[in-house]
């Protein structure tokens, strides 16, 4: 099975920081990727999916790039409102497996 | 698009077996592939599995092969994760989530709102 990977685990930066999140795919998978936000309490939210698709209703500071192995999430500006938890997913085929998550906080 | 509303909390014992459904509403409900997620407290999002009703099929993570059984009822649109011979371990926060249909392509946007399953003896 394909294993997904994340850096850093979290990090803390300032408001209006620009921020970057790493996700790694073992082996290749196209641009399937999928982003999420959790925050704590809540049930996951969708951000971005075909690894650079803005979900709707998505603030446009959030951003993704990459294909194949590599593919990145950016928030341009952090707000206090995306003090949370991130998760990459790979959905080219079963198992749908998350990377381990990255959590970040205000400084 | 899809809405998805779980069965409430349980509370369980070692060795037993726990079913927590899944309720499918608007959009697309009827054909809805129906994935389980968890997440054990303090933890990451683990994917269990999905079933795909109208076919039907289904596909496990490695994990959970053989201690889970995911099945659907087409007529009640409701979908169904059993899970056998519980452990400590399985405590944790089991979520429905699909993909409704309705704008993306990809990943899961629509969740249920999570059941918490507490093993203890």
């Known amino acids: 099975d394909i294993q997904m990977t994340q850096s850093p685990s979290s990090l803390s930066a300032s408001v209006g920081d620009r921020v970057t999140i790493t996700c790694r795919a073992s082996q290749g998978i196209y641009n399937y990727l999928a982003w999420y936000q959790q925050k704590p309490g809540k049930v996951p939210k969708l951000l971005i999916y075909?690894?650079?698709t803005l979900q709707s209703g998505v603030p446009s500071r959030f951003s993704g790039s990459g294909s194949g192995t590599d593919f990145t999430l950016t928030i341009s500006s952090l707000q206090p409102d995306d003090v949370a938890t991130y998760y990459c997913?790979?959905?080219?085929?079963?198992?749908?497996?998350f990377g381990p998550g990255t959590k970040v906080d205000i400084e | 698009q899809v809405q998805l509303v779980q069965s409430g909390a349980e509370v369980k014992k070692p060795g037993s077996s726990v079913k927590v459904s899944c309720k499918a509403s608007?959009?697309?409900?009827?054909?809805?592939?129906i994935n389980w997620v968890r997440q054990a407290p303090g933890q990451g999002l683990e994917w269990m599995g999905r079933?795909?009703?109208?076919?039907?099929?289904?596909d496990y993570a490695q994990n959970f092969q053989g201690r889970v059984t995911l099945t659907s009822d087409k007529s009640t649109t409701t979908a169904y994760m059993e899970l056998n011979n519980l452990r400590s371990e399985d405590t944790a926060v089991y979520y429905c989530?699909?993909?409704?249909?309705?704008?993306?392509?990809?990943?899961?946007?629509?969740w249920g709102q999570g059941t918490l399953v507490t093993v203890s003896s």
């Open positions: 075909a690894a650079s």
């Open positions: 989530a699909t993909l409704s249909g309705d704008g993306a392509t990809g990943g899961f946007d629509s």
């Open positions: 079933i795909i009703p109208i076919i039907p099929k289904t």
């Open positions: 997913q790979k959905y080219n085929s079963a198992p749908f497996t």
């Open positions: 608007g959009g697309a409900s009827t054909t809805a592939v």
